[in-house]
């Protein structure tokens, strides 16, 4: 393992951050637990926080990870897209800072709370069987419906109802807990790749999701009676 480049990529957008990247939870800050995160991994080498705002570089930097470059300002507006964005950070890591990147670990910090040892089981997936991508996931048993492109409203999966134990489940993707890619889909601009497995997690603090007040609040509780 220690013959790969593994890094983890933490993507802040300076607007997003100035709303609540800095509130505390305990006594730590929000990015910091996702930081920390990355550093207590045994594969990772480094921690890169890509953000289109100097503030949030000075600030991650006190947190102990790396912010060696300001995002240029197309890729800070609205809209932008996550897989240019990683890219970008790739491209500079490698043609900028002369750093071969091979395995990249997408973090984010609005996912504050992982389970000890996920990141490193999810690479450890990667690799021994020999996938491009692994996420962390949700898994489902719950009745999904959608919209068809003709507006209907149709059920996703079993056409009929099943009782609980006979559904085949369905996984909600939670990239932003852990997802792991190969680099080369990094560098194409997709950020995940063919071959893609998942690890289903059952942990209930693995799916807060800080990017709104609800999530910050419940967040809040949880560190205060832990």
């Known amino acids: 393992m220690t013959d790969r480049n593994i890094i983890a990529i933490i993507p802040v957008k300076g607007d997003d951050f100035n709303k609540h990247g800095d509130i505390m939870l305990g006594k730590k800050p929000l990015a910091a637990y996702t930081i920390d995160a990355?550093?207590?991994s045994e594969y990772i080498k480094r921690v890169i926080v890509t953000t289109d705002d100097e503030r949030v570089a000075e600030f991650v930097r006190g947190l102990g990870a790396e912010a060696p470059f300001i995002r240029p300002p197309e890729l800070?507006?609205?809209?932008?897209?996550?897989?240019?964005?990683?890219?970008?950070?790739?491209?500079?890591?490698?043609?900028?800072?002369?750093?071969?990147?091979?395995?990249?670990?997408?973090?984010?910090i609005t996912h504050p709370f992982r389970s000890p040892g996920i990141i490193d089981k999810v690479i450890d997936v990667l690799i021994e069987d020999d996938l491009d991508s692994v996420f962390v996931a949700s898994e489902e048993k719950h009745d999904f419906w959608m919209?068809?492109?003709?507006?209907?409203?149709v059920r996703v999966g079993s056409k009929e109802y099943l009782p609980r134990q006979s559904k085949?489940?369905?996984?909600?993707?939670?990239?932003?807990?852990?997802?792991?890619?190969?680099?080369?889909?990094i560098r194409e601009g997709k950020r995940l790749?063919?071959?893609?497995?998942?690890?289903?997690?059952?942990?209930?603090?693995?799916?807060?999701?800080?990017h709104d007040e609800m999530g910050i609040y419940i967040a809040k509780k949880l560190v205060e009676e832990s």
């Open 76 to 108: 800070g507006m609205k809209g932008v897209s996550l897989e240019s964005v990683l890219k970008h950070c790739i491209e500079w890591l490698e043609n900028v800072d002369g750093y071969k990147v091979d395995i990249v670990v997408l973090l984010e």
């Open 38 to 40: 990355a550093r207590e």
């Open 147 to 153: 919209y068809d492109e003709n507006g209907k409203l």
């Open 168 to 185: 085949p489940p369905l996984y909600r993707e939670m990239g932003g807990v852990v997802c792991v890619t190969k680099a080369e889909f």
């Open 193 to 210: 790749g063919q071959k893609i497995g998942l690890i289903p997690v059952r942990d209930l603090s693995a799916f807060i999701d800080t």
